[in-house]
C-alpha cells in the first residue's frame, strides 16, 4: 500500500522567507504525487500535481514542488512567503492502478509578519 | 457550476443514533471518496465509489455504508453513531485517471455525543 510522510506537523516563517514543506512517499508503483491547500473551515484544493514528465511541478500562488525518485519525496517551495499563505498543507501519492489517493497527516503552515 | 455540495455542514448527534451525510455532484465524474479528517492523522479514505452501482471499502470502513445508484449522488450513512466518528467528513470526486486530483466538498462537521 502507498503511503506518505510529512515532516514537521507546524512549520513557521516570517513573510518574505522561503517555504519548504517536507514530503516523503512509500509507493511499490509510479507514483502520483499531489500538494493540496486547506484553508479554515473549507475543503481541499489543489496546489499542483506531478503525475510524469517533467520532475518540477510549478502549481498556483507561486509554489512549486520537486518529484526526485531517488529519495522518495516531493516537497513543496515557495520563494517567498506571504501572510496570505497560512494554511495547512497535505502532501497526497496515488497511482493510475489505485481507485483512492493517501494523505498525509498535514502541516500547518503559519506566516509572521 | 457547484461542484461537489456536501449537506449538511454542521451535526450533531447522540450516540446510537444513525443519519446519513449527503453528497452531490455536478461535474459528470465517475470516481467518488469520502474521507475523514481528524487532527494529526490527515484524512483517511472510508469509502470509494468507480461509478454508479459499485463501490468499495477503504481504509477505516468500520460504522459506515455507503450506495452509489447515480453518477451525482453518493450518500454515507453511519448506522448507529460513536464517539469515535466525531470527525470532519469530505466527500470528493474525480474524473477519468488518478492523475487529475480529486474536487473536495467543503466538509461535513460531525460531533457524537
Known amino acids: 500500500a502507498q503511503s506518505v510522510t510529512q515532516l514537521g506537523s507546524h512549520v513557521s516563517v516570517s513573510e518574505g522567507a522561503l517555504v519548504l514543506l517536507r514530503c516523503n512517499y512509500s509507493?511499490?508503483?509510479?507514483?502520483?504525487l499531489f500538494w493540496y491547500v486547506q484553508y479554515p473551515n473549507q475543503g481541499l484544493q489543489l496546489l499542483l500535481k506531478?503525475?510524469?514528465?517533467?520532475?518540477l511541478v510549478k502549481g498556483i500562488n507561486g509554489f512549486e514542488a520537486e518529484f526526485k525518485k531517488s529519495e522518495t519525496s516531493f516537497h513543496l517551495t515557495k520563494p517567498s512567503a506571504h501572510m496570505s499563505d497560512a494554511a495547512e498543507y497535505f502532501c497526497a501519492v496515488s497511482d493510475y492502478n489505485n481507485n483512492d489517493m493517501r494523505f498525509g497527516a498535514g502541516t500547518r503552515l503559519t506566516v509572521k509578519p | 457550476n457547484a461542484g461537489v455540495t456536501q449537506t449538511p455542514k454542521f451535526q450533531v448527534l447522540k450516540t446510537g443514533q444513525s443519519m446519513t451525510l449527503q453528497c452531490a455532484q455536478d461535474m459528470n465524474h465517475e470516481y467518488m471518496s469520502w474521507y475523514r479528517q481528524d487532527p494529526g492523522m490527515g484524512l483517511r479514505l472510508i469509502h470509494y465509489?468507480?461509478?454508479?452501482?459499485?463501490?468499495d471499502q477503504g481504509e477505516v470502513p468500520n460504522g459506515y455504508n455507503v450506495s452509489r445508484s447515480t453518477t451525482e449522488d453518493f450518500p454515507l450513512r453511519l448506522l448507529s453513531a460513536a464517539p469515535s466518528q466525531t470527525s470532519v467528513y469530505f466527500c470528493?470526486?474525480?474524473?477519468?485517471?488518478?492523475?487529475?486530483?480529486?474536487?473536495f466538498g467543503s466538509g461535513t462537521r460531525l460531533t457524537v455525543v
Open positions: 509507493s511499490s508503483v509510479p507514483p502520483y
Open positions: 465509489s468507480v461509478g454508479a452501482g459499485i463501490t
Open positions: 470528493a470526486s474525480r474524473g477519468q485517471g488518478a492523475v487529475t486530483g480529486y474536487t
Open positions: 506531478y503525475t510524469t514528465g517533467a520532475t
